[in-house]
């Protein structure tokens, strides 16, 4: 099956730095939108970017401060995070639409998650 696996959360200092990373395994033939999702403490599930082939879109509350990209030849998308601010805090989620090996359609799919933790 599919699997998302994110890393690069950790706890960061307000102004500071972060880079995650999604890598996309398994038995894959293409994969069309990739994205980060955060949910914060007392928050409801929100989109922070997506990318697609051609395309970015960032959440208003990140725009100019956090990045997008991907590597297909890795099927990995990243999230460079500047700037930080303590309501950043949050777990962090991407998400990819994957068409495998074994089907004609595209499928969501989501990571586990990596907390991202800013201190004032």
């Known amino acids: 099956q599919v699997q998302l696996v994110e890393s690069g959360g950790g706890l960061v200092q307000a102004g500071g730095s972060l880079r995650l990373s999604c890598a996309a395994s398994?038995?894959?033939?293409?994969?069309?939108?990739m994205g980060w999702y955060r949910q914060g403490p007392g928050k409801q599930r929100e989109l922070v970017a997506t990318i697609t082939s051609g395309n970015t879109n960032y959440a208003d509350s990140v725009k100019g401060r956090f990045t997008i990209s991907r590597d297909n030849a890795k099927n990995t998308v990243y999230l460079q995070m500047n700037s930080l601010k303590p309501e950043d805090t949050a777990a962090y989620y991407c998400n990819a639409d994957v068409r495998s090996r074994f089907s004609t359609n595209f499928y969501t799919y989501w990571g586990q998650g990596t907390q991202v933790t800013v201190s004032s």
């Open positions: 398994g038995i894959i033939f293409s994969i069309n939108n």
